[in-house]
């Protein structure tokens, strides 16, 4: 069975919280669903990248899922992408997986699936080579007014863990983790 590690808000602002929101939720339903789960920090105080390495690693788990929401200096900046780890096929399954699902539930913008490479964001690139398989997923700019709306309401913080849930569970079960 696989171990799921679940991250939350590597930026700096107010939308941290939203990410934390839907962690919490996502945790909750995984383990409601039998699936193994941890979330290394669950009291809002965002801790340094070193240290969220560090507690990842030594989590034995799996799959890694940070959560976290974009920002642009410009405002019309919209949609979620999903990085996934380069040198692996399952991140990259896993990421398309739970892309297609947080683009149906909701009905942002595709910025797509991106691979992770030496031109990747240094924070991103941290954390996903933290484990094999391991995505990050950007929920939308929390700099663009109708995407802050969105993920400050709780039906949306639902909506995207339930597409997480959703995607995994299936991934798992191509797996044949998972029944």
């Known amino acids: 069975m696989n171990k799921i590690y679940i991250d939350w808000g590597f930026g700096l602002g107010n939308e941290v919280y939203s990410c934390l929101d839907i962690g919490k939720k996502l945790l909750k339903k995984l ?3 039998g699936i193994e789960a941890v979330m290394g920090h669950k009291n809002g105080k965002v801790i340094r990248l070193e240290q969220r390495i560090e507690m990842i690693k030594n989590s034995d788990a799996d799959i890694l ?6 920002w ?3 405002s019309n900046q919209k949609g979620i992408e999903t990085y996934y780890n380069t040198f692996s096929k399952d991140a990259e399954l896993l990421a398309k997986k739970i892309q297609r699902e947080l683009i149906k539930a909701t009905k942002f913008y ?3 699936i991106i ?3 030496s031109k990747t964001n240094l ?8 484990k094999d398989t391991s995505i990050i997923v950007l929920l939308g700019f929390y700099s663009n007014p109708h995407e802050k709306t969105e993920m400050n309401k709780n039906i949306f913080r639902e909506q995207v863990a339930n597409s997480i849930l959703n995607s995994l569970k299936e991934f798992l079960k191509i797996k044949g983790n998972f029944m």
Request: charged share 25%.
């Open 31 to 33: 383990e409601q669903n």
């Open 65 to 70: 899922i940070s959560i976290d929401a974009n």
């Open 115 to 117: 691979n992770c490479s």
């Open 72 to 74: 642009s200096d410009n």
């Open 110 to 112: 595709n910025r797509g």
């Open 123 to 130: 924070t991103i690139r941290k954390l996903i080579e933290s």
